[in-house]
């Protein structure tokens, strides 16, 4: 008998990645002024984005993940400035959150299958998808190195921190939808004690496990995903 590994399953859901490609537009769009400021109004002046000035271009290493190898890319994200104030903000594209150079699909993907799968751990996650860093043409170093586990604690965190942005999309779906059981969904996610130390450790783990099972419902009712828009508009907290 073969014996498989609950993290052996999720496989495909680890391997996610922006493409390449989708950097590469987003960054050509960008040096072309072709994007369009996808912010919401400005949270000091409330002033519409519609009348926000293209302010900087900014480099951003990209991780991409191609057959779990990790490719380094440079891409630019974009600030817009509010003339009422001149307060400045990051327009984040869907593939992209704040501080993270994984993309969004990579950090959402490993992060739902720790929160959802009762059985995962973080190195048990790393052992069924070892992802490993392309080596660097100028580097002296010959080993291979592999993506550690703490990386993953680290994205459950972030995401686990949009605290806002949970509320925000619970909000919607049951405005589109007051007869959805989303609150008694939402209510019944359990995490397993074995996984936490300590009662914030656990409202974090909860709150990521939260987001991911939200995202899927609001994709089904307003076909979009909650990122960028939604995400942006509660400043991705
Ligand atoms: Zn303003």
Redesign the pocket.
């Known amino acids: 008998m073969t014996y498989t590994r609950s993290e052996d399953k999720n496989k495909a859901l680890l391997l996610q990645s922006a493409t390449a490609e989708q950097i590469r537009q987003h960054t050509e769009d960008i040096r072309q002024g072709v994007t369009s400021c996808c912010l919401p109004p400005?949270p000091?002046?409330q002033?519409t984005s519609d009348l926000f000035k293209r302010h900087e271009k900014r480099s951003r290493q990209f991780y991409v993940v191609m057959n779990q190898l990790v490719v380094t890319l440079m891409g630019l994200l974009l600030r817009w400035k509010?003339p009422?104030?001149n307060?400045t903000a990051t327009d984040y594209p869907g593939f992209a959150i704040p501080y993270k150079r994984y993309t969004l699909p990579t950090i959402l993907g490993f992060s739902s299958c720790y929160v959802a799968d009762p059985d995962s751990s973080y190195r048990g996650l790393i052992d069924a998808c070892p992802l490993e860093y392309e080596a660097k043409p100028d580097s002296e170093v010959s080993y291979t190195s592999i993506m550690e586990h703490s990386t993953i604690h680290r994205w459950v965190t972030t995401l686990g921190g949009y605290s806002q942005i949970v509320r925000e999309a619970t909000g919607l779906i049951l405005q589109a939808d007051p007869v959805t059981s989303i609150c008694r969904d939402l209510a019944g996610l359990m995490i397993p004690s074995k996984k936490y130390a300590s009662a914030l450790r656990k409202k974090v783990l909860l709150s990521c496990f939260r987001l991911v099972f939200l995202e899927s419902i609001y994709r089904s009712v307003f076909q979009v995903s909650i990122f960028p828009r939604l995400a942006t508009r509660c400043a991705y907290s």
Do not use: V, W
């Open positions: 400005c000091r002046c002033l509010c009422g104030c307060k």
